[in-house]
């Protein structure tokens, strides 16, 4: 309750547990604090070789850059390369994320709120659109607070159509700069009884909707109260096929589900993304781990976004801890990030600042790393299959070999 | 060809890819460079929060220190906690895991070579039992140079029965302190036409064997010519309840593939050791990740343990990399660690030296975060059966949207 609502400008406020302050990302902390050669393997410890080579950056255009100081948005970008291919030509996708804190308080008008993000977010799209991103993603529910923590059904007011006002705003950005856009939304579905669902849309670059995806695994954990808004998606795991590659959507709590990444692996994506509402006290230790992981084994690229800001709302509510009521969900620490099949890393933007987040990838890596790890092929999905199909029976009994000598105890 | 012989003591070579030598390990890489209050925001970032602290050291005997000091071995202990229950007494266990390098030359008489290592151990294995430790476990087999990459079939003479020499060593051990020690070796199977197989052995607190399992998923990448050796496994996926809690094997490469976790997690495990041999510039950067992304995803405890130094071997090999021939497989990088169900870890042991990595842990946490977190619960076990059941047939079609306004080009 004592924390001040963060608005639209990069408002520094520190560490989730108070313990360091005004650090901007794990990776600009130790570059400022560690000798330059003691730096470079502590990096290559944490985010790994792209070609043999650290990752490296990308200068983009003098219009975004400038974007950037006026807005005060964090601006980064960097570029993942794969080996030469004798068969096919490189195939480079310039993908973007977006990362954002709410822009008026909660307390204001439902349409003020939306409209003051939509204008909070335009010279970040505009960026990204001048530096010429194919693919933009922006973060879980990003046109409105993450109210979910309230249990107040009110915030429903906030859900559109797949077609509704959040989706026409994107669609002039994904017309005017060639875009594939991402966007992730609490959705009403009008023709199915008006019920409520989370809901990423996917626009493609002529500015037409190709389809969308439901949020596969609904959280029940801290302040997480999806569950009482929202039931699990019924679209499965859509691989969309968009003039720039083959992408999927994993939305936010189904990134602890290596199965639902799995799913999206084997329909083909070669980049999913993560769009996110995590806060720090939570999640912040598993947020780099879980995404990773996700690329290695899959072989191909995760982008993982988070949003900003700490956001307040009108009416203190309880967690289920036994402790007060309060009014706020945490800190969302950014940290948005992409990595990539060879297990090499981008750095995070920021944990308290507004970003975008460029990465240039060559998407033949996918298969290279495919070809070169063997995961696929050594992956014996008919046992897993029967593995799975036995699981879920009533009478499944889990294989265990006890040890003869042991006295039985209730463990 | 110009590294030498990693022997027995401790000789700190330093990074594997050269760019910086001499230093122990990443953990110790920070603490000695950063300061104290920046350190424990980068430790809390990389390492996460155990029952929201730091994670403790353990204060162990004297008999142990003197041990490590003597027979130069790297030496560390920590402990996780779990909430106080009202209706479960704690359940804390003390787990044990030991990396070495060989002991004598590739080219000494492989009785010898066999001996030396037994020799090498008894001292580390004294500590670990002198320590009180109830379960420990060794690198993936142990008992002989990992000399797969030559694919020379002579050193199939390593293999032995699942009661062989190495496990009779070991009972000793088991009987003499009450520990259960799991012992990864290469197994020759007498009964079913002397086929070798990669295997991990579960001796109990007794002596006794309490059963086996072998390795799931076989690498076909770099140097490891395993599967010139040996097939994958023919044993599922046991979980072993012991007088100390219900553990499962994961042998070396089946940490990069999550349904072989997963299914560990469903037979129960509490306990999941990944004994384990790689090397430096493949898998480094992806070692911390694989093995704490299974604890969080799967709820259970993961025990990572590579073994240490390089091994350099008679006859020159080729790679497959158009690379010439060498005759080392390259740096085996230690860093054992214990990884949490509640996304804390352990930092690691030595990248250079042998090491005993000791760690108490209450397994009532593995039920807790599941509570938590919802994992179990929420993950929708019967659509996944579904999938794979589906993904298996030779029919199979990816579920791909394109979008209609995409001009078909072959990518």
Redesign the interface.
């Known amino acids: 309750m004592e924390k001040t609502q963060n608005g639209g400008a990069a408002k520094e406020e520190g560490?989730g547990?108070g313990?360091?302050c005004g650090?901007d990302s794990?990776h600009r902390?130790?570059k400022d604090?560690?000798?330059p050669?003691?730096f470079?393997?502590?990096n290559?410890?944490?985010?790994?070789?792209n070609c043999g080579k650290p990752l490296q950056t990308i200068a983009l255009q003098e219009s975004a850059t400038s974007l950037s100081l006026q807005h005060g948005f964090d601006l980064q970008a960097f570029c993942f390369h794969a080996d030469k291919e004798l068969l096919r030509e490189p195939?480079v996708v310039r993908v973007g994320v977006i990362q954002n804190s709410i822009s008026l308080p909660t307390t204001a008008h439902f349409s003020d709120q939306k409209k003051a993000i939509f204008q909070k977010l335009k010279p970040i799209i505009d960026a990204a659109g001048s530096s010429g991103v194919n693919i933009l993603c922006l973060q879980e529910a990003w046109m409105m607070p993450f109210a979910f923590c309230t249990r107040e059904k009110r915030w429903c007011e906030f859900a559109e159509p797949v077609d509704g006002e959040s989706t026409v705003f994107l669609q002039s950005f994904a017309l005017k700069y060639n875009m594939v856009i991402i966007s992730s939304i609490l959705e009403r579905d009008i023709n199915h009884g008006e019920v409520i669902w989370n809901t990423a849309v996917?626009i493609?670059?002529?500015g037409?909707i190709?389809?969308k995806h439901r949020k596969?695994?609904?959280?029940?954990?801290g302040d997480f109260n999806e569950s009482t808004y929202y039931m699990?998606g019924n679209t499965?795991?859509?691989?969309?096929?968009?003039?720039f590659?083959?992408i999927a959507i994993n939305i936010c709590?189904g990134r602890?589900?290596?199965?639902n990444?799995?799913?999206f692996g084997?329909?083909?994506a070669e980049i999913v993304f993560n769009p996110s509402a995590t806060v720090g006290e939570l999640?912040?230790?598993?947020w780099p781990?879980?995404a990773?992981?996700a690329a290695?084994?899959n072989n191909y690229f995760v982008a993982s976004i988070n949003r900003v800001g700490t956001e307040t709302f009108p009416n203190p509510f309880t967690s289920g801890d036994g402790k007060p009521a309060h009014a706020d969900f945490g800190h969302f620490y950014g940290s948005s990030h992409i990595s990539a099949p060879d297990?090499?890393c981008t750095p995070s933007l920021s944990r308290n600042r507004d970003g975008l987040l460029i990465t240039d990838m060559d998407l033949n890596l996918c298969r290279q790393v495919k070809d070169?790890?063997?995961?696929r092929?050594?992956?014996?999905?008919?046992?897993?299959?029967e593995?799975?199909?036995h699981?879920?029976k009533p009478d499944f009994e889990?294989?265990?070999?006890?040890?003869?000598?042991?006295r039985k105890k209730s463990?």
Chains 1, 2 share one sequence.
């Open positions: 560490g547990d313990s360091i650090y794990l902390l130790l604090n560690l000798n050669h003691i470079q393997e502590v290559r410890l944490l985010t790994g070789l195939r996917v493609g670059n002529r037409n190709i389809g596969n695994h609904i959280p029940r954990v699990e499965g795991h859509p691989v969309f096929e968009t003039a590659g083959k709590y602890h589900h290596p199965l990444w799995l799913a084997l329909n083909g999640s912040e230790p598993m781990i879980e990773r992981n290695i084994a297990a090499s070169k790890w063997g995961f092929m050594t992956s014996r999905y008919d046992l897993y299959a593995t799975l199909a699981y879920v889990p294989q265990v070999t006890s040890d003869p000598l042991l463990l």
